[in-house]
């Protein structure tokens, strides 16, 4: 995570308007599940192909789609992200 505190990085981060997401120095846990879903995303998706950024926003679009939707994970008790949120919202 060093990249992200370069300081010519958060100034680029800083005049696109983006809220830079941190947690404290040495607490990497909260970036776990962005991992695990970018190494499934680069498992199961074919996306060196797409030829232009509308077509890469597509093939990311449907890939979060399936995941949210459709994909079981023996981690949230064999629900799929949406299933184990409202699982989670109704206890």
Same mark, same amino acid.
């Given at each position: 995570? %060093?990249?992200y505190?370069?300081?010519?990085f958060?100034k680029? %981060?800083? $005049?696109?308007g983006?809220t830079?997401?941190?947690s &404290? &120095?040495?607490?990497?846990?909260d970036?776990a #599940?962005?991992?695990s879903? =970018?190494g499934h =995303?680069?498992? $199961? %998706? /074919? *996306?060196?192909?797409?030829?232009s950024?509308? /077509?890469?926003?597509?093939v %990311?679009?449907?890939y979060?789609k399936?995941y949210?939707h459709? &994909? *079981? ?7 799929? #992200?949406?299933?184990y949120r409202s ?5």
């Amino acid at each position: 995570g %060093v990249h992200y505190t370069n300081p010519l990085f958060q100034k680029k %981060v800083k $005049e696109l308007g983006i809220t830079q997401s941190m947690s &404290r &120095r040495g607490n990497c846990w909260d970036n776990a #599940p962005m991992e695990s879903f =970018f190494g499934h =995303f680069k498992d $199961e %998706v /074919e *996306y060196k192909g797409c030829k232009s950024l509308g /077509e890469l926003k597509h093939v %990311v679009n449907a890939y979060m789609k399936e995941y949210n939707h459709h &994909r *079981y994970q023996w981690g949230l008790n064999k629900m799929t #992200p949406d299933q184990y949120r409202s699982h989670l919202l109704a206890a």
